[in-house]
Every structure is written in structure tokens, then in C-alpha cells.
């Protein structure tokens, strides 16, 4: 009888609750040489449209050759190279747009030294990477993904009441 008392709840919030579409942008940046980088750029497309974001690299940055772009499923994907001096080390790598445009966009940044990876997720109310120093360490790992991931959930009702439904239709709690 209570199940019947949490789906009537469900019913009655959800006119209030507004599920987001996931459309998050992502930026890997892999260090190749000393001053060189090869950039992946994802950028979302909402029915179809590009969102009218940007990464945004130090002044120190040129391109190296030519940007390959091409559509895939909800992204239009830029591959392409930079020269950075100075290097990225110790500087900012921001993202354009962020702060109008509901999502995300996950940074990876890969020196040559792969101990040293570092991983970001930017969004509207911080859109700025640091690149971390020689002594600094940045978020990696499977501890990193976790600690997204419930933020994530914990953001939003609808991905509470996401996990309340499941809790609803799962017979042995564990």
C-alpha cells in the first residue's frame, strides 16, 4: 500500500520537476612535446544546432596546421594541434559560452607525464581550468568520477526520484 502512496507523490511533482538533457561538451588536451599539444574538442549540438561555446587557450597559443571537423551523433567533434609558449603549465584554459549554455564540459588535461593527469569539469558558474604546476596534483581517477557522479545525483530532484523509483520496484533492498 505505501508504493501506491510514493507513485501518487511522483504524479504530483512531476508537473514541478523538469528533467535537463545531457549535453555535455568535453576537451582533451594531450601533450605531445615540450610546447605541443593535440586538442579533441566535442562540442553538443541541440537539434542539431551547435551551442555557441569555445574553448579558450593562454596568448601564448597557435594553431598547428589545420582543425579537422566532422558531425557525429549529438556532436560536431574539431581535432586539431597547438603550440603553446610558454607551455600550458601553470596557465588557465577557459571555455566561451559556458555560463549561457545549460551544461557542462569535461576537461582533460594529459602531459607527457601520465602521473600527472589532470581532469575538470567546467560549468556556468566555473568555467576556468587551471593547469596544474609541476607540484600540484588535479583531480583523477576513479575517485574523481565518483565524487562527480553524486553530485550529479544529489543536484536534481528528478535524479532523486530516479533513484526512489528503483529503490520502489527493487524487492531486496541491497
Not at 551523433?73 to 588557465?92: F, I, K, M, S
Request: charged share 25%; aromatic share 10%; glycine share 10%.
Amino acid at each position: 500500500m505505501h508504493h501506491v502512496f510514493w507513485v501518487l507523490l511522483l504524479f504530483w511533482l512531476s508537473p514541478n520537476l523538469k528533467a535537463h538533457e545531457m549535453l555535455p561538451g568535453y576537451l582533451e588536451i594531450k601533450q605531445t612535446q615540450p610546447l605541443e599539444y593535440d586538442v579533441l574538442w566535442k562540442l553538443p549540438t541541440r537539434q542539431g544546432n551547435r551551442l555557441p561555446m569555445a574553448p579558450r587557450f593562454p596568448e601564448g597559443c597557435r594553431l598547428r596546421g589545420e582543425i579537422d571537423s566532422r558531425v557525429e551523433q549529438t556532436a560536431w567533434v574539431y581535432r586539431g594541434g597547438l603550440r603553446c609558449d610558454p607551455a600550458l603549465e601553470g596557465q588557465r584554459v577557459s571555455i566561451d559560452g559556458l555560463m549561457e549554455v545549460e551544461t557542462d564540459v569535461l576537461v582533460r588535461y594529459l602531459p607527457i607525464d601520465p602521473e600527472r593527469l589532470q581532469t575538470s569539469l567546467l560549468t556556468g558558474d566555473r568555467p576556468v581550468m587551471d593547469i596544474h604546476t609541476a607540484d600540484a596534483s588535479g583531480g583523477t581517477g576513479i575517485l574523481f568520477y565518483l565524487r562527480l557522479g553524486v553530485e550529479h545525483i544529489m543536484g536534481g530532484w528528478d535524479h532523486l526520484l530516479f533513484v526512489l523509483g528503483l529503490l520502489l520496484i527493487v524487492r531486496d533492498r541491497w
